[in-house]
């Protein structure tokens, strides 16, 4: 969306500009002679390179093609003109990862020598020479392009100008200053579609004597196309003191070296334009000629020597850096990531992987433009072995100019981490299973060398089902069961053989499980409570045998352990006794408690021994003694199993 913006604003100050265009205002400017422009390859094309700029010579047309173009270069540009003016053109571009930087340095002059006369009476044509002199221009420019985005470039550039008719003078010169910007953006939907905009010659105005001239401001925009052997571009230029002018130009590529090019530039001054290149490594000879057949101004040549020399910088990154192709779909495949300079540009482009002893276990031609995998397979189609691997991009931009990656690292893992699992307190006897006591602390381990990603503790019941689950992420700690279930409803049934084992896995996904124990499951005291509402009537320490069943049921539960010890504690509300048999709730609350064992022990022929009968009152509340459910949770008979575990 913002590159739309962008563009959208250049087109509208272009075609706003189109408005106060004013061929009437030819030569109401200064520095008129910053409309050559110097390259040969675009000259031949009629002067169409604003969407295709991509190499040293941008910095003359539009300063973002600067970082488009993949090495450092330098060229130099020889103009004949007419009326014996030539101009001398030099560029220099560097390439880095902060962007790219461009130079340049532009020299006009005149073939003859002009002369500063005085009256002289002793003279006979009443004149004499004072010096000689020949008039020039120079300016030099500082450039900078950045790829601000993927396919959308922009570029700046700072010109330093001085304009001298009559050097020896000092009001015979003017310095100015000036700015160009550019932007370029490459289309995606179809590969090679360029469009750019440049504004050029923005700044203050240049004091020549006592006058102020505007410079020769300039919006240049244009659409291109490029591909392997073909190249065209037309475009449309406001100047601000001159008409319209609009121009095409197109370039055909044979066997890779030679450049046949054709251009035409409509407007004030219509005229065609032909020129050709030779490519020879890194090297480059182009020529332009453009004849201004108009009024008989004459022909104009230009010859540009280029010279391209390092490589373009081509990175590859991976993600994950360590991965796990074993099907799970968790971490199956590691995502690789091409950071290459022109991507349009690339005619071919491969990734070579290779294994920590550097043999090939696969190379695959790739399209930049796609997202690109490695799923972890090699060229024959097999599961590479478990390790480290290393993956290198290679492209090659034609012309003999090839770049490659610095090799990136991968893992393939496919090792589960080494888990262990105990629990405790634990009562050990030679030839039985082991024995835990509820709570029961599980101590997990679990340990990789890319880290733990998940964990999972599992109790099995007597029917080798799970009975309770724990899970986590990161590296496992210690837990602590209370011998319940999942639904927190169901205990744990002492003294029947469960068994544990933790599961664990990386990061990358690979599951291990530790080797599951069987252990015996024991309280360490067994906790019933019975609600006195259920047990008495208001008041009173009489057992209902309506509860039969219900202590029956707790009765066959003590007489399954050995040698227990039994608690049976009795407690109230806080409401107080107004009259009755007992005097408190103390003695109320024990009462009931010995009503309790004198049941078991005789309607279920128990031993009277095993039990101690405990009256505590009001004394331990569970609940709120405010409310009628806090005092209905208050009054209740605890019975409290222990000493079970030793036996």
Known sequence: MFKKTILTLAVFFLLSGTAFSDIAQIG???????????????????????????????????????????????SFTHIIWFQDIAFENLNLSFPSPAGTFG?????????????????????????????????????????????????FYIG???????????????????????????????????????????????????????????????????????SQYFDIEGGVEYYSDNNINYSIGANITLFEALNLRAGYKGGTVPRLSFGGGIEFGGAAIDY???????????????ATLTYSFGSPEVKLKTYPAVFSPNGDKVVDYVRLLPDVMSPSKARAASIKITDAMGIAVRTVKINLRKKLFWNGMDSLGMPAAEGDYFIQLDVDYGKGIKSSSAPARVEVDLTPPSITV???????????????????NFNLSAFDKNGIGQWKLVIYGPDNLPFRTYTGTGDPMMVTWDGKDDLGINQVDTGKTYSYALFASDSVGNWGKSRAKQVKILFREVVINLSADTLFD?????????????????????????????????????????RGVYADNMELSKARAQAVVNFFVELFEMDRNIFRVVGYGESRPVADNNTPEGRRDNRRVTIRISGIVYE
Do not use: C
């Open 28 to 74: 109401t400017t200064s520095n008129n002679f910053l409309k050559i422009m110097a390259p040969a390859k675009a000259a031949a094309m009629g002067e169409t390179y604003v969407a295709l700029a991509d190499d040293v010579n941008s910095i003359q047309y539009n300063p973002a093609g600067l970082s488009k173009s993949m090495l450092s270069g330098i």
């Open 103 to 151: 130079f340049s340095i532009n020299w006009m002059h005149f073939a003859d020598t002009m002369f500063k006369t005085e009256v002289d009476p002793a003279s006979i044509t009443g004149y004499s020479t004072e010096y000689e002199f020949s008039p020039y221009s120079f300016y030099g420019t500082l450039a900078y392009s950045k790829e601000f985005s993927r396919d």
């Open 156 to 226: 700046a550039a700072l010109k330093i100008l001085n304009y001298a008719i009559d050097p020896n003078d000092d009001k015979g010169s003017a310095l100015s200053f000036m700015a160009d910007f550019g932007l370029i953006y490459d289309m995606e939907f179809l590969e090679g579609l360029s469009a750019g905009v440049s504004f050029k010659n923005l700044g203050p105005g240049t004091s020549f004597v006592k006058e102020t001239y505007l410079q020769p401001m300039n919006i240049l925009a244009g659409i291109g196309f490029e």
């Open 288 to 302: 332009a000629f453009v004849p201004y057949t108009i009024d008989g101004l004459g022909y104009t040549h230009r």
């Open 422 to 440: 105990d629990g405790s307190p634990k009562l050990v006897k030679p030839g039985r299973l082991d024995t835990l006591l509820v709570p029961v």
């Open 538 to 578: 208001l008041g009173k320490a009489d057992v209902k045998i309506a509860v039969y069943s219900d202590i029956k049921k707790i009765a066959d539960q003590i007489k399954g352990y050995q040698n227990p010890k039994i608690t049976v504690e009795g407690h109230t509300d806080n409401l107080q006794m107004k």
